[in-house]
C-alpha cells in the first residue's frame, strides 16, 4: 500500500504568478484535503475534496482552487501568488469523508514565493 | 467554532527524563482529539487519538495522552524521552462525523517544538 505523495517537494516562484501543486492518494482513500502551514505556525485547513468535489473549504480567498480527479489524486492551484503564499503545503488522505477514519499526510509541497 | 491553544511554543529536556506537552481546547460541542508528531522537512505523523471511552490514549513511540473534558484539556505525556523524539508536536481537533457540516477539517494548535538534549 503506497502513501500519500506529493510533488514537487520544492518549489520557487515570483509573486504574482500561477502555482499548481499535486498530490497523490493513498491506495483506496477518495478524500483529500489541503493544508497550508506557514513558518512557525500550526497547519490550517484550505478545503477538501471527496468523490471529485469540494465539500469543504477554510478562510482562503478564491485564487485558491482545486480538482480531484477520477483516480482521487488532486491538484492545488493559486493564482496571483503573494508573498505571505509561501509556505509547506500538505496534502492528507482519507478513505471517506463522513467515517471515523485517519487522515494520512504527505511529506508536504515547500512554496517560496519571491 | 473550535481552537486549540498549545501553551508552551518549546520544551527542552535531557533525554532520559519525563516529558509533557501541554494542550487545551474550546469547543461548544464535544469533539476528537489529535496529537501529531513532524520531524524537520517531513509531513505529519498521528501519534495518538481520543475519540471516546478510556480518557488515557496510548500511541506510538511510548506516547500517552490524557483527556481531562472538565478542564478541556489533552496534554501529552511520555515517561522517557530519547534524542529521536526530537521534533516538532500539535496538538488538533475534529468533528465528530454525523450530520453534514464542518466535521472533515482538523483544526491545529500552534505546535511544540520538543527538543531532547543528552
Known amino acids: 500500500e503506497t502513501g500519500v505523495t506529493q510533488s514537487p517537494t520544492h518549489l520557487i516562484k515570483t509573486r504574482g504568478q500561477q502555482v499548481t501543486l499535486r498530490c497523490s492518494s493513498q491506495?483506496?482513500?477518495?478524500?483529500v484535503s489541503w493544508y497550508q502551514q506557514a513558518l512557525g505556525q500550526g497547519p490550517q485547513f484550505i478545503f477538501q475534496?471527496?468523490?471529485?468535489?469540494?465539500?469543504g473549504r477554510g478562510n482562503f480567498p478564491p485564487r485558491f482552487s482545486g480538482l480531484q480527479f477520477p483516480n482521487y489524486s488532486s491538484e492545488l492551484n493559486v493564482n496571483a501568488l503573494e508573498l505571505d503564499d509561501s509556505a509547506l503545503y500538505l496534502c492528507?488522505?482519507?478513505?471517506?469523508?463522513?467515517?471515523?477514519?485517519?487522515?494520512?499526510f504527505g511529506q508536504g509541497t515547500r512554496l517560496t514565493v519571491v | 467554532a473550535q481552537s486549540v491553544t498549545q501553551l508552551d511554543s518549546q520544551v527542552p529536556v535531557f533525554e532520559e527524563a519525563p516529558v509533557e506537552l501541554r494542550c487545551n481546547y474550546s469547543?461548544?460541542?464535544?469533539?476528537?482529539l489529535f496529537w501529531y508528531v513532524q520531524y524537520p522537512n517531513q509531513g505529519l505523523q498521528l501519534l495518538l487519538k481520543?475519540?471516546?471511552?478510556?480518557?488515557l490514549v496510548k500511541g506510538i513511540n511510548g506516547f500517552e495522552a490524557e483527556f481531562n473534558k472538565s478542564q478541556t484539556s489533552f496534554h501529552l505525556r511520555k515517561p522517557s524521552v530519547h534524542i529521536s523524539d526530537t521534533a516538532e508536536y500539535f496538538c488538533?481537533?475534529?468533528?465528530?462525523?454525523?450530520?453534514?457540516?464542518?466535521?472533515?477539517?482538523?483544526?491545529f494548535g500552534k505546535g511544540t517544538l520538543l527538543t531532547v538534549n543528552p
Open positions: 481520543y475519540l471516546s471511552g478510556s480518557t
Open positions: 469547543s461548544s460541542v464535544s469533539v476528537y
Open positions: 475534496y471527496y468523490r471529485e468535489e469540494e465539500n
Open positions: 488538533a481537533v475534529r468533528l465528530p462525523p454525523g450530520g453534514g457540516g464542518s466535521n472533515y477539517k482538523l483544526t
Open positions: 492528507a488522505s482519507r478513505r471517506d469523508s463522513n467515517l471515523n477514519t485517519e487522515a494520512f
Open positions: 491506495s483506496g482513500h477518495n478524500t
